[in-house]
């Protein structure tokens, strides 16, 4: 065998039609995530369980329903997955923001960066609309994002700071980004 190419974007889909058996926990997500839905602030909904049991189809299944009841554009769904064998820290949001950011692993780093900064710069202007205390932010925290998703530049704040204030200026991006 060889391999042919990489997807660097990989979604989940599932074939099944209804979720059998998972009535209680899918109550659970939809409790929770409807605060979301409601306008409020819901924090983190962490799904846990042993390898099998279901957990990428039930969120998938939830996302599908909310799909067809809120229409496309409602809400963003945020796929962040854990990997049990890469241990990076802040890794299941540098995946989520590779998507976001349509990072390619194949592409060229100035096509990357690209779209990087098209994504950033759109998002940063409608974030000026509603807060512009949060666009300034994004604005200030542009070399923590593109260092997540493996835009590093020398000279930029991310490269200046120390480890610790680089974690914490980390955080502060994705908060922005959030």
Sequence with gaps: YRLLRKNAALGLEFSAVQMVGREEEFSQVHLFASKALQGQWA??????????????????SYRRQLLELQGEGAFRWIFAPCDQTLRQSLHPL???????????????????????????????EAASERDEEVARELQRVRSFLAALVGLREKGSLYEQLEPKMRFENTLSAVRAWL
């Design 43 to 60: 924090g983190l909904c962490y799904v846990d369980g042993e390898p099998g049991m279901g957990k990428s189809y039930l969120l998938d």
């Design 94 to 124: 540098s995946y989520a923001l590779r998507t976001y950011f349509q990072q390619n692993l194949l592409a060229t780093k100035e096509k990357n960066r690209t779209l990087f900064d098209s994504t950033l710069d759109s998002l940063i």
